[in-house]
T-cell receptor
Framework: NAGVTQTPKFQVLKTGQSMTLQCAQD?????MSWYRQDPGMGLRLIHY???????DQGEVPNGYNVSRSTTEDFPLRLLSAAPSQTSVYFC?????????????FGPGTRLTVT | GDSVTQMEGPVTLSEEAFLTINCTYTATGYPSLFWYVQYPGEGLQLLLK?????DKGSNKGFEATYRKETTSFHLEKGSVQVSDSAVYFCALSKTGGFKTIFGAGTRLFVKA
């Protein structure tokens, strides 16, 4: 049971480039989400999904796209990278069983945009 | 809207000192409350949780009590170790909702 996996671990992009951050979970969780973590700002929700084919925006969705074609995978796409997107990105998943259930986090992707 | 407020860090303690990290929340209804811990270079992992008023969550010597009357969920440990150095996040989630709301995190340094 690998839990939540993310690739790559580190990435450097030039302004204007696009890329996809990969996230996969093997726990059959319905809920998946993407957060960014910036110093002093905690975790901010980018996009989330409550099941395959269903996605919605979080607090800071601009500049990012997501899709959820399977229960396992939830990729995050940066359309045209900007220096403001330099951050650490975490994917998380959770069962839909109720609010008392914890989120499981991946190890993160550290992205630098120059 | 719903929110979580944590004491600002960093908190620096000597080994074996007593730890308190304050957390208060604003939410309607009866949220579930969590403490997550993030060790250097890793993702967050659940440390403990409480799902109703007066519940006490505990794990690895840490504990926190869900206080509805003061809307608080303070994290405590009687004797910290160098290995407890990490960032600690207080969080809440609500029945019927998907989102988890996180505090800003409190960084703890423990000196030998």
């Amino acid at each position: 049971n690998a839990g939540v996996t993310q690739t790559p671990k580190f990435q450097v992009l030039k302004t204007g480039q696009s890329m996809t951050l990969q996230c996969a979970q093997d726990m059959n969780h319905e809920y998946m989400s993407w957060y960014r973590q910036d110093p002093g700002m905690g975790l901010r929700l980018i996009h989330y999904s409550v099941g395959a084919g269903i996605t919605d925006q979080g607090e800071v969705p601009n500049g990012y796209n997501v899709s959820r074609s399977t229960t396992e995978d939830f990729p995050l796409r940066l359309l045209s990278a900007a220096p403001s997107q330099t951050s650490v990105y975490f994917c998380a998943s959770r069962t839909s069983g109720g609010a008392s259930y914890e989120q499981y986090f991946g190890p993160g992707t550290r992205l630098t945009v120059t | 809207g719903d929110s979580v407020t944590q004491m600002e860090g960093p908190v620096t303690l000597s080994e074996e000192a007593f730890l308190t990290i304050n957390c208060t929340y604003t939410a309607t209804g009866y949220p579930s409350l969590f403490w997550y811990v993030q060790y250097p270079g890793e993702g967050l992992q659940l440390l403990l949780k409480a799902t109703k008023a007066d519940d006490k969550g505990s794990n690895k010597g840490f504990e926190a009590t869900y206080r509805k009357e003061t809307t608080s969920f303070h994290l405590e440990k009687g004797s910290v170790q160098v290995s407890d150095s990490a960032v600690y996040f207080c969080a809440l989630s609500k029945t019927g909702g998907f989102k988890t709301i996180f505090g800003a995190g409190t960084r703890l340094f423990v000196k030998a």
